[in-house]
């Protein structure tokens, strides 16, 4: 990495914000949580994919000795809300009829968990079964069972566009490459399950402790969901055992807000494991069909993409992680001439959210395979046809994405480089080694996500000791964002990493945000961070000239001490000028409040043109595995990750976001899978659903592409969903290049590989 730059805070590896209090299991999740007079609720969910409710009797529930309340949709305000303006197909509970085994019909409010359970086998649904659908593709077809009236033809959304000239694009081309992929359905497999506390207040107010990533915008869905105001929620984010995208808005939160209304009392309410997998918003599955043109050299001349993604039973976020499939990887390599068909389709299964690549992970997944692809058929290696294609700095792509920096060609060099370097062992026995590298690229921010504004705020306030708490209203789910806000601070006031404390979210006193996704964080969030502490060291050098009797623009800060620029020795630590300025305003602190926003326009919603993001990431990686060709079993020997990050703010955190993302990105490529049959998720636990864990982590080597990019805090850029994107592909790629076998649906499982050693060939795609 390069050196520090006379930076005083930004890169360096300072211990993470909430460490010690994880460490010392201090750290309050909701779980841990217990108010004066809870009560404990509990879901009754659907047991059959598609069927029309007769009747709900919930007497005898109601009767059992400590049950306080039953809730079913007569007790919500009964109307259509959603996180997706453009698909508004939810209700609180299930209204006439439950669309998918796991839809929520009722709750329960009881003394203790074991009531509640028990509670629950009381109460009596009478359904009348219904015709369903599971296939994405058959979901469209003629005479499909309809799964919301609204959307007769079963498709939630769909998006067509192009630029430049695709027939002339492929008409030069030397060589057509047309290949079908499949991206599974994959669980976010977060250690803490979706959950709620919910207090009632005085009239229709509630306080509300949940782990989520989006809680402003979350209190706008839930005003709605409710029929009361966004100032009647109080939302407080404590500690997170991780989110992975999945903690956006779901129906534990509100269907505990219900019973909590109904009882006068708090209510808690936790999924099990088993409900998170069968009501939670697992990853969007997605076929793709794609029509690729390349001359000689490997230059793309045209890309064709059809795809269709499962959007479940009801719409989470599905429109707008299908649209990012069909585009976000257009700013990865340049291609000249695009078209795309995208369709997003209900099915009677879970709905699908958010996950960590929101969409642009399936597509870097297929068009990384098609590299690879086409590469063999040109007789190009691997690096050669992702350099010649590759994004550069300060270039303007085919939908009017403005990439600033970039270091593409330097992450391809650096891999590259690394891998030739390592120790080289020998291969035992019925063993097989490949290699295989991936290139990717992300937002750091998203400007249409959100369309009433992309932006960030922050308060900052400086006490009468000098410490300085920051307010803002993101989101740290783990990630480490509070101690990259705590840097940012420290950093731009010229004050002590130590006297920096980042209050936790809470919607009472926190700045209005948007949250953690899109990897707008540091981007994003830390300008807002920035533009509060300019804000706060306006007044404070201010108070602290008048009290030098020099002008405040002769004054510089650090190490939490202020002084005189032509003479050093003249100086007040914040303490002194902090002390002064309360007891020279009545008590009233320093506080600054600062905001940031992008400025761009939203894309044009017919073209989808405009830019989307301050910055954009970029990376490659590359992985070397082992197979057992008697088991099946691929060992993933080696890792490299090169990213181009911008400037890093913390190393360590970098790092270990980067290996995180390869931990998870390894799992979706060989083993997790989903396995829905009839609706229902059959391996709905971690006994059946395989994650890896310590003993399957490659030796990991991560490698810095230090660029200064203008727009974002300091240099920096984004990390977190750029950290998984490359890695399937990459490890697939390996898996390709030591079988001599073309894989192109995830997972790559053993039997999948047995099936390929029996038969190899080639050009066989499995």
């Known amino acids: 990495m390069a050196e520090n730059k006379g930076f005083n805070c930004i890169g360096k590896s300072v211990a993470a914000s909430g460490a010690w209090e994880k460490a010392t299991g201090r750290a309050q999740y909701v779980p841990d949580m217990k108010l004066p007079g809870m009560l404990y609720g509990k879901m009754l969910r659907s047991p059959y994919a598609h069927a029309r409710i007769v009747n709900i009797d919930t007497s005898k529930a109601e009767a059992l000795e400590g049950v306080k309340a039953v809730a079913t949709i007569k007790d919500t305000p009964q109307v259509n809300f959603g996180p997706m303006g453009t698909n508004e197909d939810w209700y609180i509970f299930a209204k006439d009829k439950v669309r998918f085994i796991g839809d929520e019909v009722a709750a329960v409010a009881a003394i203790d968990e074991a009531t509640a359970e028990a509670a629950l086998d009381l109460i009596e649904v009478t359904y009348e079964e219904l015709p369903a659908v599971f296939d994405m593709e058959e979901a469209m077809k003629e005479g499909s069972p309809v799964i919301n009236e609204k959307w007769p033809d079963n498709i939630a959304s769909q998006k067509h566009f192009g630029q430049g000239d695709i027939e002339a694009g492929f008409a030069e081309a030397d060589l057509i490459v047309e290949e079908e992929f499949y991206t599974n359905e994959v669980y976010q497999s977060y250690m803490e399950t979706m959950c709620a506390l919910v207090r009632p207040e005085k009239g229709s107010r509630l306080t509300m402790w949940v782990p989520i990533q989006i809680a402003n915008k979350a209190r706008l869905v839930y005003a709605k969901a409710l029929g009361i105001s966004p100032e009647d929620i109080r939302l407080i984010k404590p500690f997170m055992g991780g989110g992975f995208g999945a903690k956006f808005e779901t129906n534990i939160h509100l269907a505990c807000a219900v019973l909590a209304r109904k009882t006068g009392r708090p209510v808690k309410m936790i999924n099990s494991r088993h409900e998170d997998f069968a009501a939670g918003n697992p990853r969007v599955p997605i076929k793709y069909r794609v029509k690729m043109g390349f001359k000689k050299d490997g230059t793309c001349t045209a890309k064709y993409m059809h795809l269709v993604g499962n959007n479940g039973c009801r719409t989470v976020y599905g429109p707008a992680i299908m649209s990012t499939a069909c585009y976000r990887i257009d700013a990865l390599y340049k291609f000249p001439n695009v078209k795309v068909d995208g369709y997003l389709t209900y099915t009677n299964t879970v709905p699908t959210g958010c996950f960590r690549g929101f969409g642009n992970a399936q597509s870097i997944f297929m068009i990384e395979r098609m590299m690879d692809i086409a590469a063999e058929k040109l007789g190009l290696r691997p690096e050669e046809i992702r350099k010649v294609n590759a994004m550069t700095p300060n270039f303007t792509n085919p939908h009017g994405w403005r990439v600033g920096t970039c270091g593409l060609t330097e992450s391809i060099d650096a891999v590259l480089e690394a891998a030739q370097n390592r120790p080289k062992t020998e291969v035992s026995p019925g063993k097989l080694r490949g290699i295989g590298m991936a290139c990717c690229n992300h937002v750091s921010g998203n400007r249409g996500f959100f369309p009433t504004f992309d932006g960030s705020s922050s308060l900052i306030r400086i006490a009468e000791d000098g410490k300085i708490t920051v307010f803002h209203g993101e989101c740290d789910m783990g990630q480490g964002q509070d101690t990259v806000f705590a840097q940012i601070a420290a950093e731009e006031l010229g004050a002590k990493f130590s006297d920096v404390r980042v209050a936790e979210q809470d919607s009472q006193i926190s700045p209005w945000g948007l949250g953690s996704y899109a990897t707008r964080g540091t981007t994003v969030g830390g300008n807002g961070i920035i533009a509060g502490c300019k804000a706060a060291k306006k007044i404070l050098f201010e108070e602290a000239g008048a009290m030098l009797g020099v002008d405040a623009d002769q004054l510089d800060s650090r190490e939490s001490i202020i002084f005189w620029k032509r003479r050093p020795e003249k100086s007040l630590t914040f303490s002194e000028v902090g002390a002064h300025y309360v007891f020279n ?133 984004g990390i977190g969903e750029a950290a998984i994107n490359p890695v399937a592909p990459a490890i697939v790629n390996a898996v390709c290049n030591a079988l001599g076998v073309h894989f192109n649906e995830l997972p790559v499982t053993p039997a999948r590989i047995l099936a390929a050693l029996k038969t190899r060939n080639k050009h066989q795609v499995i």
């Not at 989903?674 to 391996?683: R, T």
Request: charged content about 20%; glycine content about 14%; hydrophobic content about 35%.
């Open 585 to 717: 305003h009545a008590g009233s602190c320093i506080i600054g409040n600062g905001y940031y926003r992008t400025g761009d326009p939203l894309p044009d919603p017919k073209t989808s043109y405009g830019n989307v993001s301050p910055a954009y990431i970029f990376g490659c990686h590359m992985a070397e595995v082992e197979i057992d060709t008697l088991t099946g079993h691929v060992d993933v020997v080696n890792y490299w990750a090169a990213h181009d990050s911008g400037r890093p703010i913390n190393p360590t955190l970098l790092r270990g976001q980067i290996e995180g993302g390869i931990g998870m990105g390894l799992g979706w490529a060989l083993w997790e899978d989903m396995i829905i049959k009839d609706g229902k998720v059959l391996n709905d636990g971690f006994l059946d659903y395989r994650i890896p864990g310590t003993v399957d982590m490659p030796r990991m080597t991560t490698i810095f592409i230090e660029t200064d990019e203008p727009n974002g805090p300091f240099g920096a850029k």
